[in-house]
């Protein structure tokens, strides 16, 4: 059966972040705040106890082409699930809407990271013990269901570009990887 939803675009998902990005709350403004700010209280939310935000050099060796400039990451410990996953590719409302308490309900707020980057690398350990598994991938909203992208090249996350930032990371997380985020800068 046919999809008889809405046909989502890259087109359309690059506007909506343009214009989110230039209006209302998640401006840059003059000193960048709203971002940190935004990276804070998903630690928050998420129950987290410890944050880490810093900038790396490239990723030297990388396949993906947007490893190979500097970027800025965030690690934070805590709990990441593969609903967690679904939520960052939700532009707008999102699972946690369903709960009036928690911050970052829209599904907007991250999303202010893209006055820094074209797209960025996710990775978590959902679960514990010997259950626990790794949860990593790209957002590239740039990316189209029906090969209409405009950087496919960007869609590939490889086993060995993951094994590079969990290594640039490792001094973060240490034994307990949870959530972190790997923002390539524009350049």
Not at 104 to 114: D, E, P
Not at 153 to 178: E, H, K, M, Q, T
Request: net charge negative; aromatic share 10%.
């Amino acid at each position: 059966m046919a999809n008889k939803g809405f046909i989502s675009s890259p087109e359309a998902f690059i506007r909506q972040i343009r214009q989110n990005l230039t209006e209302g709350r998640y401006t840059l403004g003059n000193d960048g705040f709203s971002i940190v700010k935004e990276l804070v209280q998903n630690a928050d939310d998420a129950g987290a106890t410890k944050l880490h935000i810093g900038v790396h050099d490239n990723l030297s060796g990388s396949d993906h082409p947007l490893l190979r400039s500097p970027g800025l990451f965030v690690v934070n410990d805590g709990p990441f699930e593969p609903h967690d996953a679904d939520n960052l590719r939700r532009f707008g409302i999102n699972t946690k809407a369903l709960d009036s308490a928690k911050i970052g309900k829209f599904g907007l707020g991250l999303k202010s990271i893209f006055h820094l980057c074209e797209a960025f690398f996710f990775l978590g350990q959902a679960g514990s013990g010997p259950s626990a598994r790794l949860i990593a991938d790209v957002l590239n909203p740039w990316s189209g269901e029906h090969d209409d992208g405009f950087h496919p090249d960007w869609d590939v996350f490889s086993s060995g570009d993951r094994n590079r930032i969990l290594a640039a990371l490792a001094p973060f997380y240490g034994n307990s990887l949870c959530f972190c985020l790997w923002i390539p800068l524009r350049q």
